[in-house]
Structures are given as structure tokens and as C-alpha cells.
């Protein structure tokens, strides 16, 4: 029987978004400093051509088993699906995906980062991560995201240094994912930076006023719009999540929004954070739903001319969190 992943079966994954595992086949894995993961442990699980990040829960209904040559999935104490978990030197394989700030004075209700009075990295803390990632030999791109300190502002700025430095020490594309300001696209794409990513969080604007209530959509998703026109179509994302209580319609209309601006939405299943209980509705999304929407997005996008897959940092090409079109489906 082929025990590959599908994409079935990492909709499945991600529905339930955990997995009890031992820590001993964890390796270097380490927890998450960003977004509404913050503060989790995870690993990666790659089979068959696909990758998943899974968070640790010794409660979850999917457990990780030893075998000879690399390890299994069972859910109900049925195999469902073998492959190996991946080392990731910082954040996710293949890319040094680093937090610049994990403070954040935005208060958006489904995330822990403004309760964990997180750490600033420091110019060489960041360069050191790089370093021991160019090291291990699995440096194929540099990805730097932010929380919010005291601005955006200040926090372009910090990644405008931080850009200069790598970019004459590594030859690797430069993704950055920051709030966006009135010249954050101009003044990054002229350091260097490949592709941008501004997030939404959701195109629901009831939920998102309730939810991110200090920040403005209609300024976000105009700077994704003047993002594409600097950096060109493939090269600009936002972060879309699923289960904050919008519909399936909602979902589309902002799929076909986003996509009719040149922007490759990425949607990703919510996590709720136990920092964030009662704050706000967060309801992980099933697997058929997680296939329904990720099959929308992907005929949205190919009539818009847009490629998932042509992404060279963040989370497209590591495809942990999400089902990517044109990778996975």
C-alpha cells in the first residue's frame, strides 16, 4: 500500500494541525516566534513530494512512530502515512526564516505575541542565525518577518539595515513580511529585497475590525496593490486565515480581491492560541474544507495568471503551513 502524502491526507494534517511525537526524533526543530504560533513547538513531516509542520501535543490524535527508515503517522491506531521529519536550523528547511522583533504593540485578537513580551533580535544575532544556516548547507533563501516594536516605520527601517548587510554577504533571494508603510515597498525593493508579504489576517471586514481593530485593511491591501507594481506579480503575498467565522463566500470574494491585484493569498488554518481563549471565534477548519477553499484559490489564481509555486521565500516554498496551489493540489 502507498503510504505517501497527498494532499488529502495533508488536509487532514492540518485540520487537526498536531501531532504527539517524541522528542528525541525532534532534533534541532525549535518553537515558533511568529504570528499565532508563537511560543509552540512543531516539527516537519515531509512524503511523497509534500511537507507539513505539525505542532507537539501529547493529546493529539495523531501519533509519530520510529521506524527503521524514518517514521510513521497514526491516527486511531491506523498507519496513515510514512515519510521523515526534517531538521529546521531556523524556522523551516531550506531558508533562514528569521523574527526580527517578536514584541508587538497591535493587539489583533487570535494572536499570543502581544502577551509574550517576546525578544529584539539584534543585527548580529540575525546575521549569526544566517551564518549557521549558509553552514549546514540549507541556506536557499532569507526570509525576515517582524512584529511591531514602536512602528512599522521603525520596523522597516530595522529590516532595511538588516537587508543591506546580507545582501553583500549572501547571494540567496530576500523575502520581508512587515505591517507596510507609505514607502515600505520602494524602500525595500531598493535594498534588494525579492518578494514582500503584507497580511491581511482576513477579508472579512467585520471580523477584521473586530479582530485587528488598530490597524486598517484598506491600507494594507493598498500597499499590497502598490507592492506589485514594484515588485511584479508572483513576488507578493499576504497571510489569509481560515476560522476566525467568516464563510466560504467571504473567502472567495477576498481570494478574487486579492488575486485581481496581482497578490497570491495565502490561507492558512488558525491555530488557537490558549493566551488568546475567548478572545475572539477560532475554529481549526476541517480537511474537506481546507481542500475546498485550496481548489478555489488554485482556479482563482490560474485565471489571473499567477503562480504559486514561481515564490522563492516565506511560506510558499516551504508549504508547512498551508496547501499550496500549484505544489500541493
Do not use: W
Request: proline content about 5%.
Amino acid at each position: 500500500m502507498n503510504k505517501n502524502m497527498n494532499a488529502e491526507i495533508k488536509a487532514m494534517l492540518l485540520s487537526i494541525g498536531s501531532a504527539d511525537v517524541d522528542a528525541s526524533a525532534l532534533g534541532t526543530n525549535p518553537s515558533s516566534t511568529a504570528g499565532p504560533d508563537a511560543g509552540n513547538r512543531s516539527f516537519f513531516f515531509k512524503s511523497g513530494g509534500h511537507r507539513v509542520r505539525l505542532g507537539v501535543d501529547r493529546d493529539s490524535p495523531l501519533k509519530v512512530k520510529k521506524l527503521d527508515d524514518g517514521v510513521a503517522i497514526e491516527k486511531d491506531g491506523i498507519e496513515i502515512v510514512r515519510g521523515e521529519i526534517e531538521t529546521a536550523f531556523a524556522h523551516c528547511p531550506e531558508q533562514a526564516y528569521i523574527t526580527l522583533c517578536e514584541k508587538c504593540i497591535y493587539d489583533c485578537k487570535f494572536c499570543p505575541v502581544p502577551k509574550l513580551n517576546g525578544k529584539v533580535k539584534s543585527q548580529n544575532q540575525v546575521l549569526k542565525i544566517v551564518d549557521d544556516v549558509f553552514k549546514a548547507g540549507e541556506l536557499k533563501a532569507i526570509s525576515l518577518t517582524s512584529g511591531v516594536e514602536i512602528s512599522p516605520e521603525d520596523e522597516v527601517e530595522r529590516a532595511f539595515g538588516i537587508v543591506q548587510v546580507l545582501k553583500e554577504k549572501y547571494n540567496v533571494p530576500i523575502g520581508v513580511s512587515v505591517c507596510p508603510t507609505k514607502d515600505s515597498s520602494q524602500k525595500l525593493y531598493d535594498v534588494g529585497v525579492s518578494e514582500v508579504k503584507y497580511n491581511v489576517e482576513t477579508m472579512d471586514r467585520e471580523i477584521f475590525k473586530n479582530v485587528c481593530g488598530d490597524l486598517s485593511l484598506d491600507f494594507i491591501l493598498r500597499a499590497l496593490k502598490e507592492a506589485v507594481g514594484i515588485f511584479g506579480k508572483n513576488h507578493v503575498f499576504t497571510n489569509f486565515i481560515i476560522g476566525l467565522g467568516e464563510t466560504d463566500e467571504t473567502v472567495k470574494a477576498g481570494v478574487e480581491e486579492l488575486a485581481g491585484i496581482g497578490v497570491i493569498p495565502i490561507l492558512r488554518a488558525i491555530n488557537p492560541h490558549p493566551l488568546r481563549e475567548g478572545e475572539t471565534t477560532t475554529i481549526r477548519p476541517s480537511a474537506e474544507r481546507l481542500l475546498k477553499l485550496a481548489r478555489m484559490t488554485r482556479r482563482t489564481l490560474d485565471r489571473y495568471g499567477l503562480r504559486a509555486d514561481i515564490a522563492q521565500t516565506m511560506c510558499l516554498p516551504c508549504t508547512g503551513c498551508d496547501l499550496v496551489p500549484h505544489i500541493d493540489l
